[in-house]
């Protein structure tokens, strides 16, 4: 019979891609894959199998049911020990990515494993699998490269090949665009612009009114410049205008714009004269300040929408805090408050939390494990948690008809020896005293209030003091109050 410690438990990672090149269906892969975990005793049940159909392996962060399972295996339960792929083209085509999620895997002690493209031991273990990934990495730029050719000679033809703009709808018949209900938004912030207001205002304006966008949230800033600049609704196509990667706008030299098959709004001269006055009424850019943020950046939060306030310097003549959703134009609450006054306002609200404990308000610090020594008991706690996991992980794979009785019978007998042997263990262990983890606190927020009243301590250091016992800080701008969410360490 095997030891408890070589009982492990495995994933399946399945991925399809967008492109026409040859693979293996998912019903293919989940077989070999199914076959390689018996063969090699690994358990694996339904609910470990994640599977992605039509997404390119390039960018992890476009593939949910990747990053669901990277989450998976590096969360403190743990569910998995190896992830099997039918080969590493499935878990990553940018040999960058590949390494470092490898290596974030690594720390929490999970493997990949291709079914199909076994590894020998050893440094040319490691040297084969780099040899493999550089070649994933070659042919998905080749391919790429095919697909950029394709899409520039349809955006030349007047084809269109992305998310439509707000007012139009895909006619399915004909593939051209037509005009749906949604347009007459578009000519009111059209008409609203030229008669003098700003895309703030107009944003404003459209969300006061109850009107969302394409994606259901609320109009900013950008929502309104975005429609205003878009070349569609004057019957034009534009296409190659950003960097996916990064969302940052091309050189106009590499943009496409040609003459569509779909009906346009306006027309050209009026859409022509819309930028004219967007250009004569746009600012003059201005180099921002620089220096070390506050030590309140990104912990003042609106009580109305709940973002950040953000601090502002015009001038830098003085300095204010307000709600950064208010200045996008999606939030109808100013939160404005000068520096000084939110400062005087944190500092009377650490005075009263010391003084009377009853007015605490506490969120649970979930890190504590991780900034603590963490004791015999809860590390066993742990382990007996993870058993219970694992029990029903085995329990599904006989239930799924991956296990056998006998295989399921013997997985049940290791755990349970194990598990007499941790409950046995954390009987010899007495209890710990209670503690008195709210007079701990009080005496960190002693400590914290005296460095941030202090002069001479720099930004960094008083940030980092406040953030070490304050989740959030709320301020309520209408009726003037500022609200302090502490840290109640977890007693475990």
């Not at 030891?3 to 090149?21: L, P």
């Not at 295996?73 to 960058?96: C, G, M, T």
């Not at 205002?201 to 966008?213: D, Q, V």
Request: charged share 30%; proline share 3%.
């Amino acid at each position: 019979m095997p030891k408890a410690k070589d009982f492990r438990t495995a994933c399946a990672y399945i991925r399809v891609s967008t492109d026409k090149q040859e693979e293996l269906s998912p019903d293919a892969q989940k077989r070999l894959l199914l076959e390689y975990a018996k063969k090699n005793d690994l358990n694996i049940i339904n609910e470990y199998i994640f599977t992605e159909n039509g997404i390119s392996g390039k960018k992890a962060d476009k593939r949910p049911e990747f990053m669901r399972m990277i989450g998976m295996a590096k969360s403190k339960e743990h569910p998995f020990d190896v992830i099997l792929v039918w080969k590493f083209s499935r878990f990553a085509r940018n040999q960058e990515e590949s390494i470092v999620y490898k290596s974030l895997l690594k720390k929490a002690n999970v493997e990949v494993v291709s079914v199909s493209e076994p590894l020998i031991e050893g440094p040319f273990g490691s040297l084969i699998e780099r040899i493999i990934e550089w070649m994933d990495e070659y042919y998905s730029i080749r391919l790429s490269g095919e697909v950029m050719r394709g899409m520039t000679e349809k955006a030349l033809h007047g084809g269109y090949q992305s998310t439509l703009p707000l007012g139009y709808s895909m006619d399915k018949s004909t593939g051209i665009p037509v005009i749906n209900n949604d347009i007459n938004i578009v000519k009111l912030i059209y008409s609203e612009f030229e008669n003098g207001m700003t895309c703030i205002e107009i944003a404003r304006n459209l969300n006061s009114l109850g009107y969302k966008t394409q994606h259901g949230n609320n109009y900013e800033y950008r929502t309104i410049k975005y429609i205003l600049e878009n070349p569609f609704y004057a019957g034009k196509v534009r296409w190659n205008r950003q960097h996916h990667e990064t969302h940052t706008i091309k050189d106009k030299s590499e943009w496409i714009t040609a003459s569509g098959k779909h009906k346009a709004v306006f027309s050209e001269e009026y859409f022509e004269h819309i930028q004219e006055l967007m250009l004569k009424r746009s600012r003059p850019y201005k180099a921002r300040i620089t220096g070390t943020r506050h030590w309140l950046s990104g912990m003042v939060k609106c009580s109305n929408c709940g973002a950040s306030l953000g601090i502002k310097r015009p001038n830098g003549s003085y300095t204010y805090f307000n709600c950064l959703n208010y200045t996008k134009g999606s939030c109808n609450e100013s939160h404005y408050i000068t520096l000084k006054n939110l400062e005087n306002a944190i500092y009377e609200a650490f005075r009263q939390a010391l003084n009377y404990g009853s007015k605490l308000q506490f969120t649970l610090r979930e890190k504590y494990i991780d900034e603590h020594p963490v004791d015999t008991v809860a590390i066993i706690k742990e382990q007996l948690k993870r058993l219970e996991w694992k029990e029903s992980r085995i329990k599904a794979a006989y239930m799924d008809g991956i296990d056998t009785l006998d295989e399921y019978r013997e997985n049940k007998e290791l755990l349970m020896k194990e598990q007499k042997e941790l409950e046995d263990e954390l009987n010899k262990i007495p209890d710990s005293s209670d503690i008195d983890y709210e007079a701990q606190l009080k005496k960190e927020m002693l400590t914290v209030y005296d460095i941030i009243t202090d002069k001479n301590v720099d930004e960094r250091k008083k940030a980092d003091a406040l953030r070490s016992i304050v989740d959030k800080i709320v301020y309520d701008k209408a009726k003037d109050e500022v609200h302090i969410f502490f840290y109640l360490l977890n007693p475990l």
